[in-house]
């Protein structure tokens, strides 16, 4: 037993060991967040977030400059706080949760444009629908943590229209307009570890 146990922790070191060597950051899912808010009845506005995600930075420079972004979400893990509407938004008319359980996007490119300021382009999925987005992100810095991993944080957000991925179902309203708007806005609020070297 010993043994085993001795052959885990050598086999999680290394791994460690060749994330740091790569540029490899872990997500912390307890501090981040994927969130969307879209227009309600043309003159207000519904949120709501995906629970399960993850979301992979590989990166060798301090400026990030080479680094590149991998991020997985559950559609069916959406949440909007209302039982109802979260299954009209996992059905057909939307993401169709169970035929399309993925979103997915993977930048191309990661460019620093100011202090601070970064354009995250890439490709977002969703139902099999392919489109190039840029994301604006905010480097909000890096910190050694208690225990000794260095933590970045990142704020990011990207304006999408739905219909460009087969999420059309809609409504008219009496009054002028559709009930559910076409763009949807994307934030990320993230925060990244480094395991110490």
Known sequence: MKRLTKLLLLTTLAVASVMAQKGGWTLDKAHSGVGFSVRHMVISEVTGNFRDFDISLQS?????????????????????????????????????????????????????????????????????????????????GSIKSPWGALVTSWKATVAVNRFDYGLKWNKAIEAGGLIVGETVNIVLNLEITKPSA
């Not at 400059?65 to 009209?88: L, M, Q, Y």
């Not at 938004?89 to 169709?96: M, T």
């Not at 977002?124 to 987005?133: A, G, H, P």
């Open 60 to 140: 060798s420079k301090d400026d990030f400059s080479d680094a590149v972004v991998e991020a997985t979400i559950k559609a069916a893990s959406i949440n909007t706080d209302n039982e109802k509407r979260d299954g009209h938004l996992k059905s057909d008319d939307f993401f169709n949760a169970e035929k399309f359980p993925e979103i997915k996007f993977k930048s191309t490119s990661f460019e620093k444009v100011g202090e601070n300021k970064y354009k995250i382009t890439g490709d977002l999925t969703m139902r099999d629908v392919t489109k190039k987005v840029t994301f604006d992100a905010i480097y909000n």
